[in-house]
């Protein structure tokens, strides 16, 4: 009987799940336009336990998103993975934020790109085919009116916070988007990191970092003091 801790950070989602031998039997998840994870994080996983009436001492393993995704909510994310998995001896599972994001998207046919958003006309995304097959690995691209030409007429469904941008440049007949799937879900990460855990495929918690793919620039505010 194995429980796991599903814990998802990337995005403006703050989203826990908890499984047990790959079934999903509890999730807490909030969005919003500022994120809050720092706040409410540690509460959901308390709340997803207490309402399962499952102890940490009856944990087997916790997975984070990895990334690529939000500075901040990667770090927040793993760091609170690393803290617990130390705390309580148990295994980490690194589980791929646009993997899990594409998961939400079963397809016939074409190809599913799952995006986050990167600012500007920049995201992050890979490239999965209706097997579920990744035949792009995670990049950074910019996207302009020729991005994903490769893949040819085929229908091309895009999802992800960093899909809704590309509308006004992608807008060919084959190009799907899907508004309503916006952010990545410690839902989708049961699947994967029940995989993982039964091959015993678990990342070392003394260095585990996360995938942020970019360095991590700091802005300030434009406006005068």
Not at 56 to 67: M, N, P, Y
Not at 138 to 158: C, Q, R, T, V
Request: proline residues 4%; aromatic residues 10%.
């Amino acid at each position: 009987m194995a429980y796991i801790l599903s814990l998802e950070t990337a995005t403006k989602n703050c989203s826990v799940a908890l499984s047990k031998d790959g079934e999903l039997i509890q999730l807490i998840e909030f969005a919003e336009a500022n994120f809050s994870h720092a706040e409410k994080l540690h509460v959901f996983i308390k709340d997803v336990l207490d309402q399962c009436g499952i102890g940490f001492d009856q944990l087997q393993a916790i997975a984070v998103s990895q990334g690529p995704g939000s500075y901040t909510g990667l770090r927040i994310g793993v760091s609170t993975a690393k803290g617990l998995c130390y705390a309580l001896n148990l295994p980490l599972i690194a589980v791929n934020t646009l993997q899990a994001l594409a998961k939400q998207l079963s397809i016939t046919e074409g190809y599913v790109i799952p995006m986050i958003d990167a600012r500007r006309m920049e995201v992050f995304a890979s490239v999965y085919n209706a097997e579920g097959t990744c035949i792009e690995d995670i990049s950074a691209k910019i996207i302009d009116g020729n991005s994903f030409e490769n893949l040819g007429d085929a229908p091309i469904h895009l999802l992800g916070d960093g899909a809704m941008k590309c509308q006004e440049l992608l807008n060919a007949p084959n190009f799907v988007y899907y508004p309503e799937l916006i952010y990545p879900s410690a839902r989708e990460m049961v699947a994967i990191a029940t995989a993982k855990f039964n091959a015993q495929d678990f990342a070392d918690v003394a260095y585990f970092e996360p995938f942020y793919l970019k360095d991590f620039v700091m802005t300030t505010s434009s406006k005068k003091k």
